[in-house]
């Protein structure tokens, strides 16, 4: 396809569509992007449809307006202002997920902060903020369309991996693919556990210094050795890894 990033870019990108359905992170909502490589001005991501059932066809490159300029014909997904906003402001960014995934939905509507409890948690990052799309825009639908709500998003989630979006989800970022499908699996796998862990009492969570070094940790081999794993967990992988 005319300007599409090289093939291990749509490959992994088909991947962390079905990754993130199988994990448990989206289900008929929510989409990931990646930003083209050597086109920084350019982001790949499906037309509109559930990621777990999204195929190489159905990638789209579209610019930093969230115009598409090539690849599949359909519509695009009605929220890819948030992608296009990350990326503009972003340049350390290589992907993006948003995400309805239902464990962070409380930490987003109740002003209990979402902060990493472990060490696999510690990739989202010791600070979480949330977003409140009615503070400047009143009372929308939730869905984030203009670039306007986009880069107030953008800008809520500033220089950090993740926002929460009040009442609707999250955005996770990453330097890449990889990345940005490992922090929104331990993202929500984190939230889970604080929630279980607010039931049970007070909650001592990781440490600035702590969430550093453990996410320092993980940034290294880790991501690989879980991305061949969900890859293999993957229904339809089952014998083809
Ligand atoms: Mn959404």
């Known amino acids: 396809m005319s300007g ?15 990754i993130l359905s199988n994990e448990g992170v989206l289900d008929a909502f929510g989409h990931v992007s990646a930003r083209h490589p050597t086109t920084p001005d350019r982001f790949l991501i499906s037309q509109t449809r559930a990621p777990e059932l999204v195929e190489t066809g159905d990638l789209q490159l579209l610019d930093l307006r969230g115009e598409r300029v090539a690849g599949a014909e359909g519509r695009s997904y009605e929220e890819v202002a948030i992608h296009a906003a990350v ?16 464990s962070v939905i409380p ?39 203009a670039a306007t ?21 999250c955005v996770v970022t990453g330097a890449d693919l990889r990345a940005a499908v490992f922090a929104a699996v331990y993202l929500e ?41 969900w890859v293999r967990r993957l229904p339809h992988r089952a014998t083809n890894p």
């Open 4 to 18: 599409f990033p090289p093939p291990q870019v749509v490959d992994d990108l088909v991947l962390a569509n079905h």
């Open 87 to 102: 990326y503009r402001g972003r340049s350390d960014v290589g992907a993006v997920v948003h995400s309805h995934a239902p």
């Open 107 to 145: 930490f987003g509507v109740t002003g209990v902060p979402l902060r990493p409890i472990y060490h696999m948690g510690s990739v989202i990052g010791h600070e979480i903020k949330v977003w409140d799309i009615a503070q400047r825009f009143g009372e929308t639908d939730l869905l984030v369309r």
């Open 149 to 169: 709500e986009a880069d107030d998003l953008a800008a809520a989630l500033g220089g950090r991996t993740a926002v929460l979006m009040r009442g609707h989800g």
């Open 189 to 229: 796998r984190n939230a889970t556990l604080l929630a279980a862990s607010l039931r049970l009492g007070e909650v001592r969570g990781l440490s600035k210094a702590e969430t550093q070094r453990a996410s320092e940790m993980l940034r290294g081999r880790a991501g690989d050795r879980a991305w061949e794993y």
